[in-house]
């Protein structure tokens, strides 16, 4: 295994764990891939059980125990009673709430982080509810901006085998990917049904992937010239072709556990990316951010000046009033304005209420308003 998984907790080759986000189209097996990554972790010597976050609100049963799971705090159909939702609107809205707490989940995960090497993300089925979201959003740049983080793009594969079926994984795909800016495994699950190898050779020989949408029944109308789609689909495939040559590719089956190994192989060589290219992007992105803010800062200063320029030119009697001094005192720049504060809950104060019939049993030393 990689020095990730076999680096001791505690000691000084210590790496921050490493997040593994799983996305994928409802139905493609990403709950059972998340069991089986975990059991594998266990199976280590010694055992590197991974921190676990399960983000779909509306499952009834996941295979695996999640450390924080979002049903703990959101309950998925109150929120669609007390909203009068359905429930993709349900599912988004439970995020949407969660996400708000995601700072004390970025805190109990930090807490974590000297003893776990992984953290998977297990996300709603419904992929467009994440993807597409503030709330998917927002948690993917706070996991990414904490650890190294690669998208982990779950494909069922014997439903991938029709070439407009595989053209729209790999638009969405490319999609996420360009979306997140982040390391990104496309992850071809179900082999034992469905072996991926044709997968690889559309992804590598464009005329292959050619060859099959042509010999795939509905590619010609009925004077045999190419449909709009068949044409779309050539066209595309020639795009995607720069998009195949930046992405990693692994065939894994859930049930029996084949291709797991090269899956953490490929998750450990996404952390050079992550590190060389995202990394990099970050901090510019942040730089930006604060040059932005105090360009801002600095324009609201200058109109500030301005105006108070205008207004003492317009009324110069007033403004001749405005000042801290007049002109005969002379007042060094080292003196500093004093300010007296009073802490109210210790000593009298001047116009302090006093409860005067409290006072006449005792006999203590009371200082009485004097009048006048």
């Known amino acids: 295994m990689s020095a990730s998984l076999n680096a001791q907790p505690g000691t000084s080759s210590k790496t921050k764990p490493h997040v593994i986000i799983t996305i994928g189209m409802a139905g493609a097996g990403k709950s059972t891939f ?16 991974p921190y676990i976050l399960n983000l779909d609100p509306a499952v009834t049963h996941v295979p695996f125990e999640a450390n924080i799971d979002i049903r703990d705090t959101v309950n ?12 993709n609107g349900g599912i988004l809205t439970a995020l949407n709430l969660f996400t708000t707490k995601f700072d004390q989940v970025l805190e109990l995960v930090e807490k974590r982080a000297e003893t776990v090497d992984h953290i998977i993300l297990d996300t709603p089925g419904q992929i467009e509810i994440f993807t597409w979201s503030a709330s998917g ?35 969405y795909a490319c999609s996420i990917m360009y979306k997140t800016k982040l390391p990104f495994i496309l992850v071809f699950n179900k082999t034992d049904a469905q072996p991926h190898d044709f997968a690889i050779e559309w992804m590598q020989d464009f005329e292959a992937f050619q060859v099959a949408l042509a010999s795939h029944s509905g590619s010609r109308d009925s004077e045999g010239e190419p449909t709009y789609m068949n044409s779309l689909m050539n066209s595309m495939s020639l795009v995607l072709d720069e998009f195949y040559k ?60 301005k105006d108070l320029a205008v207004d003492r030119a317009a009324n110069p009697k007033a403004a001749a009033e405005d000042r801290w001094a007049s002109d005969e005192e002379d007042i060094d720049d080292d003196d500093e304005l004093e300010v007296n504060l009073i802490d109210r809950s210790e000593e009298p104060y001047p116009g302090q209420y006093i409860d005067v019939t409290r006072m006449r049993g005792h006999s203590e030393n009371i200082n009485w308003p004097n009048p006048g």
């Open 34 to 49: 998340v069991q089986r990554i975990t059991s594998y972790l266990h199976s280590q010597n010694p055992p590197q059980p």
């Open 76 to 87: 998925y159909k109150e929120v669609m009673k007390q909203y009068n939702l359905g429930p």
């Open 137 to 171: 959003a927002i948690i993917t740049d706070a996991v990414a901006s904490s650890f190294p983080t690669v998208v982990a793009y779950i494909i069922d594969t014997p439903r991938t085998t029709a070439p407009a079926t595989f053209m729209s994984n790999m638009l």
């Open 246 to 305: 930046h992405l990693k590719a692994v065939g894994v089956s859930s049930t029996t556990g084949a291709g797991i190994k090269e899956f953490f192989d490929a998750v450990e060589e996404s952390r050079e990316t992550y590190r060389t290219e995202y990394l990099p992007e970050l901090e510019r992105a942040r730089a930006a951010r604060e040059k932005s803010l105090q360009d801002i800062k600095e324009d609201s200063i200058n109109r500030l000046m």
